[in-house]
């Protein structure tokens, strides 16, 4: 489920597909506001992010439609799957991010979530531009060609 890496990072859901229909332009780092029980569950490693964005408002950040599953042992007080959650950036770098959403095509798509070695939960995000079919098509045989490239180096010696 959960996957650790050689420098401490702990990556909880990873956002595959973004790579292959987004161009990602530049990454950041955000911390994310969760409550108790999203921590204990994110912890469990069934999260996803595949489907979820964020938007601007008000000078803030918002995290929309990511999935981090109800604990079960947190009864009554438990949180709800789906909620949107809030993103701690500078407000410098949410007003930087905020004005490359407004330009046309461009939106903010989170990469990867994880704690990072000191156990703090944090969101990857990339500033991307949708991809068309042909720009899908020709990314995959790049992607093609360079795995044959590899295959007939190797082959060769």
Do not use: C
Not at 37 to 61: C, F, Q
Not at 104 to 125: C, D, H, R, S
Request: hydrophobic fraction near 35%.
């Amino acid at each position: 489920m959960s996957k650790k890496k050689d420098d401490g990072t702990k990556i909880v859901a990873d956002n595959r597909k973004a790579r292959y229909a987004y161009s990602i332009d530049e990454t950041l780092e955000a911390g994310i506001m969760l409550v108790g029980s999203e921590v204990k569950s994110l912890r469990s490693g069934k999260s996803t992010i595949s489907e979820s964005y964020a938007y601007a408002k008000d000078g803030e950040l918002f995290l929309v439609n990511a999935y981090i599953p109800e604990y079960t042992q947190a009864s009554r007080f438990n949180h709800e799957p789906k909620r949107q959650r809030k993103l701690l950036v500078h407000k410098r770098e949410a007003g930087k991010l905020a004005a490359a959403i407004q330009r046309e095509g461009m939106t903010l798509i989170p990469l990867k979530l994880y704690f990072n070695p000191k156990g703090v939960a944090k969101v990857e995000l990339g500033i991307a531009k949708g991809k068309k079919l042909h720009d899908k098509r020709e990314t995959e045989k790049k992607r093609d060609w360079a795995r044959d490239k590899a295959r007939l180096m190797r082959d060769k010696g």
